[in-house]
DNA sequence: CTAGGGTTAG
């Protein structure tokens, strides 16, 4: 069409917008889908590349459904939209909407046959079908292709790694006579999907070894490995390349953020989000989470104010990490707070949300709550139980647990290893000695479930809070996981109450094996010797302590100050509100420590 | 104007 012919069809600020730019690339990179639309109808009789161009701007925007709608339609108003062109978006949409991968195949059938001479439709054909983890027709495809070109070859190694097939991605890999960056990352990603990090790892390096050139996907590729297996020495080596490379985007320093967040270098990565020329939802979540993950919720709540005070929208992921540090606050009236202004979002009330909003809930001590977000759920899976079960549990509702529990079965969702801990510390905590008996031997018989530590230790707690001491040893010995210390102590603790001094030295030695530094045995194994009135070993145990230079540690308090709980040692200089909650326990009268008439405080 | 690889949560 002549340029002329068209600007005199067109409205007047349309006609302006075409002095500036080819229609071409305004179709192609519009902004939204209206804007795209509105320029593509008032070309009366579009050529072939228009159409691309206007796909191109529909795929740019992710607008996958709409793209394949628009393909049929024009397709059907006689445009030709049936140039090969136009097949790769097409299918592209197919691939990546997967509600429509029927469409799809209903589209790339007839394509199989049709254009293979066309290498940009072969190459979408083959990720079309690896993508739909069709694996052999993508194959089928790839054969018939004349030139072995990297593209394809790298849609085929995705799509093993997408069926797990590490090994049929390696031997494509090992094959390939020309690799791109994007051969290296896509290998590099297989293994990491099937979680071989070391392999990942090493191929990483095979990768700068050979000259290949990393990019920016590579390092993000890396640091995500990196966060997952917590080597920060690796995420730094691969940090030294984004400057010398100039790899830098907001993914990239993203996932490097988040690889500081999982090696617990969390001022590091906040030293990375400060350094951020911009930040998206995905950077502010990942920090905001990063907080909560590292136990430093206020942190994580003051960034949510910053947050909000941009122009950058909080999602579900912001709100489920600002929950979570809300829930470590354990305030009651924080709690109700953030709450409230979670639920005024109206955000659906997906899984992640409602387990999200319960167990902040439960933490911050409104049961009826989180028994109200339980409720209105829609589609409850095995964590959104087991988040009610355990706040059930902790709250000390345990009749109301189980009822949860076998609501749960009956509905016909499979209960694992969460959902038992959670029922058994329902039993523990209600003393429900043959009920916690019968959960044990349920989980292992009924639903397959195998004993790990957490679960033995609620049975082990369970027959000592009944004063079956003995019976909590000869369970411990027939375990067939190694017990923990937690376990020892518990039957040691129960010795103490029940004064059964001959099981005390038995679970104290075990326990020394696990802790030979941990003074509270030795303090613990004294006392119940006090109590038996046995001075000359309540001696000996205290001349052991002295040989072995063990040190008495002190108890932990709780304070609360301002609704929030703090946490604090004797001698703390460290805590940030130390002054505060020495005068708050000044107020309450109490001594501290009696051997030390001027305690500081140490913060956790 | 058409084909490949990457980041956040319970």
Redesign the pocket.
């Known amino acids: 069409m002549e340029p002329g012919l068209l600007r005199s069809l067109l409205p007047t600020n349309l006609a302006h917008l075409l002095k500036t730019r080819p229609l ?2 305004l179709l ?1 990179d519009a902004s939204t889908s209206r804007a795209a639309r509105h320029l593509f109808d008032a070309v009366p009789h579009p050529t072939a ?1 228009l159409c ?2 206007f796909l ?1 701007g529909l ?1 740019k925007l992710s607008l996958h459904l709409e793209l394949i709608e628009a393909h049929l339609l024009a397709a059907l108003q006689g445009a030709p939209a049936s140039r ?2 136009c097949f ?2 097409v299918l ?1 949409s197919c691939a990546l909407s997967q509600r429509r991968a029927r469409a799809g195949r209903r589209i790339a059938t007839p394509l199989v046959r049709g254009m293979l001479g066309d ?2 439709v072969q ?2 054909l083959v ?1 079309f079908y690896a993508k739909n983890g069709d694996m052999v027709s993508a194959v089928k495809v790839f054969e018939e292709m004349p030139v072995k ?4 070859m ?2 085929l190694i ?1 799509g093993y790694s997408k069926s797990g097939d590490v090994e049929k991605a390696r031997r494509l890999f090992d094959g390939m006579p020309r690799r ?4 290296w ?2 290998m590099i ?1 297989c293994y990491a999907h099937g979680g071989e990090f070391h392999e990942a790892l090493a191929l990483f390096d095979r990768m700068l070894s050979e000259g290949a050139s990393p ?4 390092i ?2 890396v640091f ?1 490995i990196c ?1 997952k297996t917590g080597d920060i020495d690796t995420g730094r080596r691969a940090r030294a390349l984004i400057g010398e490379r100039d790899l830098q ?4 320093h ?2 490097l953020m ?1 690889m500081y967040v999982k090696c617990r270098a969390i001022d590091e990565a906040r030293q990375e989000f400060d350094q951020m020329p911009r930040r998206d ?3 502010w ?2 920090m905001i ?1 990063g907080y ?2 590292n136990g430093r919720p206020h942190e994580s709540l003051e960034l949510f104010e910053r947050m909000k005070a941009t122009n950058c929208k909080p999602n ?3 709100l ?2 600002v929950l ?1 540090a809300c829930a470590q606050l354990g305030s009651d009236e924080l709690g109700e707070q953030i709450g409230n202004y979670v639920e005024s979002q109206r955000l659906p009330l ?7 909003l319960i ?1 902040m809930y439960i933490k911050c001590g409104h049961v009826g709550r989180a028994r109200n977000v339980f409720t209105r759920m829609e589609q409850k ?1 095995v ?2 139980w087991n ?1 009610m079960i355990r706040g059930l549990a902790l709250n000390g509702f345990a009749d109301d647990a189980i009822t949860l529990y076998e609501k749960m079965v009956s509905d016909g969702v499979q209960p694992n290893e969460i959902t038992f801990v959670a029922l058994l510390t329902a039993c523990t905590h209600a003393g429900l000695v043959d009920k916690g008996m019968a959960f044990f031997e349920e989980m292992k018989k009924k639903h397959h479930v195998s004993p790990q530590v957490e679960h033995c230790a609620c049975i082990v707690d369970l027959l000592c809070k009944s004063g079956r001491l003995w019976e909590a040893y000869k369970f411990i010995c027939d375990m067939k996981v190694e017990p923990n210390a937690v376990i020892w102590s518990t039957l040691l603790s129960a010795c103490r109450t029940h004064a059964d001094v001959e099981l005390a030295k038995l679970a104290a030695g075990k326990l020394l094996a696990l802790e030979p530094d941990n003074s509270s045995i030795y303090v613990l194994l004294s006392n119940i010797y006090a109590d038996a009135g046995l001075w000359g070993d309540v001696r000996e145990i205290r001349d052991l302590m002295r040989s072995k230079n063990v040190q008495k540690l002190s108890a932990y308090s709780w304070i609360e100050l301002d609704g929030e709980v703090h946490k604090f040692l004797v001698q703390d200089t460290y805590h940030p509100r130390s002054a505060e909650i020495y005068s708050a326990v000044d107020g309450l009268g109490l001594q501290l420590d009696q051997t030390n008439p001027d305690p500081e405080l140490i913060s956790e």
């Open positions: 071409h690339a192609s590349a691309s161009a191109s795929s090969p062109g790769p978006l592209k290498v940009f190459t979408a990720d070109d990297p593209i394809p790298n849609c995705t791109t960056s994007a051969s990352n896509s990603a990019n920016d996907i590579t993000t590729t995500s966060a985007n907001m993914i990239v993203t996932a988040e939802v995905v950077a979540s990942t989470a909560a993950q579900e992921v912001t489920v990490g979570s997906t899984s992640y949300l409602g387990s999200a167990d899976v964590i959104s988040s």
